[in-house]
C-alpha cells in the first residue's frame, strides 16, 4: 500500500510527498525548483548536475530589487540566508553544496567510495570557504585592497591546495575520480567567475599562476556532461 499523506503538518506532508515521488517514480517526475539570480554565480553547477541527473526542473530567476523585495517580505526563513533555495514537491532546501550533492548523487557525479566521497568533499569544502572568507567593507577602495591582500594569502593557500590535488590525480578529475565529480563542476564554477571579472578585486587572469587548475577549466568547459546543458539552453551559454 502507498503512505498516507494524512498527517496534518506542513512539513510531514512535504517530507512524504517528496519519499512518495522518490519511491514510486523516476527522480525526472518529481516537481523541482530552482530559484536564483538570472547568473551563474552558486547555482549553476547545481544547474548542470541536475540536468545531468535527468531531472526536469524550474530555473527561476529574481531581478535584484525582486529578491530585495521578497526577501523582506517572506517569513520563510530558508530565504533569509539568500539565494539559491531548491524546492522538491513542495519542500524547501537552502545551501547549494547540498544541492550539489543531492543531484550529483542522482547523476552519477558524486560517489558510493567514502574516500572518494571525503575528497569531493573536501574539495567543494575548500570552493565554499574560498568564497565566504573573501573580505569585504562598505568602502569600495578598502574592499578593493583587503580583497587584494586575501588573494595573496589565504585565497593562494586554498588555490594552491586544489592545484596540489589536480597534479596528485591519476585522472584528468580533481577528485580522482574515474569521470568528471561534481567537485570538477564546484571548482570550474569558481574559476569562470574569477575570469568574467566576477570576483571583486581578484584579478581575471589570477588562476594563471595556478596551471593546473587553470587546465580544468577547458576540461570541463568541453565535457558532454556540460556541453549537453548549454546545448539544451543555448541562450544561456557565455563561457
Known amino acids: 500500500p502507498q503512505p498516507s499523506l494524512r498527517h496534518s503538518h506542513p512539513m510531514a506532508k512535504a517530507t512524504l510527498a517528496v519519499a512518495l515521488c522518490l519511491a514510486l ?30 531531472v526536469e526542473f524550474t530555473d527561476k530567476h529574481y531581478g535584484w530589487q525582486e529578491w530585495q523585495e521578497f526577501k523582506a517580505g517572506t517569513s520563510d526563513f530558508v530565504y533569509k540566508n539568500g539565494l539559491p533555495v531548491l524546492t522538491v514537491d513542495g519542500q524547501k532546501f537552502s545551501q ?44 569600495e577602495a578598502e574592499k578593493l585592497k583587503l580583497r587584494a591582500e586575501y588573494g595573496a594569502g589565504k585565497m ?14 591519476s585522472t584528468p ?22 575570469r568574467k571579472g566576477d570576483f571583486d578585486g581578484i584579478d ?23 556541453t549537453a546543458y548549454y546545448a539544451a539552453r543555448p541562450a544561456k551559454q557565455d563561457l
Not at 560517489?111 to 573536501?122: G, K, N, T, V, Y
Not at 569521470?179 to 569558481?190: G, K, M, N, R, Y
Not at 581575471?204 to 556540460?226: I, N, S
Request: glycine fraction near 6%.
Open 25 to 54: 517514480a523516476t527522480l525526472a517526475s518529481c516537481t523541482h525548483v530552482l530559484e536564483y539570480f538570472d547568473v551563474m554565480g552558486r547555482a549553476e553547477a547545481v544547474r548542470i548536475a541536475l540536468h545531468a541527473a535527468g
Open 96 to 139: 547549494s553544496l547540498a544541492m550539489m550533492r543531492y543531484a550529483g548523487r542522482k547523476g552519477n557525479l558524486y560517489s558510493d567510495d567514502l574516500l572518494i566521497a571525503l575528497r569531493i568533499d573536501e574539495i567543494l569544502d575548500i570552493v565554499q570557504d574560498m568564497l565566504a572568507k573573501a573580505p569585504s567593507a562598505e568602502d
Open 156 to 169: 593562494k593557500l586554498y588555490m594552491s591546495r586544489l592545484d596540489q590535488l589536480l597534479q596528485q590525480s
Open 173 to 194: 578529475w580533481i577528485a580522482g575520480t574515474p569521470d568528471i565529480s561534481i567537485a570538477d563542476l564546484a571548482v570550474w564554477q569558481l574559476l569562470l567567475m574569477i
Open 204 to 226: 581575471k587572469g589570477y588562476t594563471d599562476a595556478f596551471p593546473a587548475v587553470a587546465g580544468l577549466e577547458g576540461a570541463v568547459t568541453g565535457h558532454r556532461v556540460v
